[in-house]
């Protein structure tokens, strides 16, 4: 049998306590149950942290942003997930997709 490496506990990346340009709490690091935190911002220093909830993660509006990720930072980024695109868009999507019966 062979051995298993452990893995780590996830951490903030140390990029998010630079972007935010303040210190993080240990609450802070966490996500709420249900809830996956990216980076939002279409500019690398004014970035926002933004909980997108896990049932939406195969909404195609969502699929298409991590897509876009993807292909601006490749597969392998480090820390929390960096999306360029506006965060207030973002943000009112998400809103108007949690509304709809299917994704409630």
């Given at each position: 049998m062979g051995?298993?490496?452990k893995k780590k506990a996830f951490s903030?990346?140390?990029?998010?306590v630079r972007l935010t340009g303040y210190k993080l709490d240990?609450?802070?690091h966490r996500a709420r149950k249900g809830y996956v935190p990216v980076l939002?911002?279409?500019e690398e220093m004014v970035m926002e942290r933004v909980l997108i909830p896990t049932k939406l993660i195969d909404h195609p509006y969502i699929v298409s942003?991590?897509?876009l990720s993807a292909k601006e930072f490749?597969?392998?980024q480090q820390g929390l997930l960096q999306i360029p695109?506006?965060?207030n868009c973002l943000k009112k999507m998400v809103?108007?997709?949690t509304r709809d019966k299917q994704y409630s």
């Open positions: 051995h298993m490496k903030a990346s140390t990029m998010y240990d609450e802070d939002v911002g279409q942003l991590l897509e490749g597969y392998h695109y506006d965060a809103h108007i997709i």
